[in-house]
């Protein structure tokens, strides 16, 4: 079946730092690849996304890349505010509509 | 658009109580799921539903049951509820029929069975 593999957390950075969250799956067939983030106290928001092998999602300074060849969509920002301090969840879905989660990280940004 | 709502925020039951947790989305979505989030292991499927009348059960669905009677909602139903129960429910919606459609979610239901 489908699986997602994430960096344990938490992460902590100071205010600009650049950031990597990494991302690993198995799945079967050519899944779609999502970041999602969760402010404290709410639901989850879709922060990218990606359909095929190489395509890179953006959204609010954040970048990733899907990379077939090594199963990875890692997630990249080049400098973190304190804004950022969410939980981060990689996801894929196959041929169906279901979401496969990773265990999430908690990103925490220090001014 | 109100988006997806869930109702109740918080809830705390006994051991053997039975409840519903209400889900409902105006977006007219006909794609429409429940998860729920424990520490340490993401989110995972329980149930969930591609149309009116059609659901059908997900990772964990053992002790939940749904029903789909109209697009905009979907119900979620512990009969007998148990401590391993105790975990936040999100209910999520798409449109479409693509796997890469965007879920939209609610902002959860915090459950304690005590």
């Known amino acids: 079946g489908n699986s997602v593999t994430q960096m344990e957390g938490p992460v902590t950075l100071s205010e600009e730092a650049f950031l990597t969250i990494n991302c690993t799956y198995t799945?079967?067939?050519?899944?779609?690849l999502f970041w999602y983030v969760q402010y404290p106290g709410e639901g989850l928001q879709l922060l990218l996304k990606?359909?095929?092998?190489?395509d890179k999602g953006s959204n609010k300074g954040f970048e990733a890349t899907y990379r077939k060849e090594t199963t990875s969509f890692h997630l990249e920002k080049g400098s973190v505010q304190v804004s950022d301090s969410a939980v981060y969840f990689c996801?894929?879905?196959?041929?169906?509509?279901?979401?496969?989660f990773g265990s999430g990280t908690q990103l925490t940004v220090l001014p | 658009n109100a988006g997806v709502t869930q109702t109740p925020k918080f809830q705390v039951l006994k051991t053997g109580q039975s409840m519903t947790l209400q889900c409902a989305q105006d977006?007219?979505?006909?794609?429409m799921s429940w998860y729920r989030q424990d520490p340490g292991m993401g989110l995972r499927l329980i149930h969930y539903?591609?149309?009116?009348?059609?659901?059908d059960q997900g990772e964990v669905p053992n002790g939940y049951n749904v029903s789909r009677s109209t697009t905009e909602d979907f119900p979620l139903r512990l009969l007998s509820a148990a401590p391993s129960q105790t975990s936040v429910y999100f209910c999520?919606?798409?449109?479409?029929?693509?796997?890469?459609?965007?879920?939209?979610f609610g902002p959860g239901t915090r459950l304690t069975v005590l």
């Open positions: 977006m007219n979505h006909e794609y």
């Open positions: 996801a894929l879905t196959g041929s169906a509509r279901q979401l496969t």
């Open positions: 539903s591609v149309g009116a009348g059609i659901t």
């Open positions: 999520a919606s798409s449109s479409g029929s693509s796997s890469y459609n965007e879920q939209f």
């Open positions: 799945a079967t067939g050519y899944p779609s």
């Open positions: 990606a359909t095929k092998a190489d």
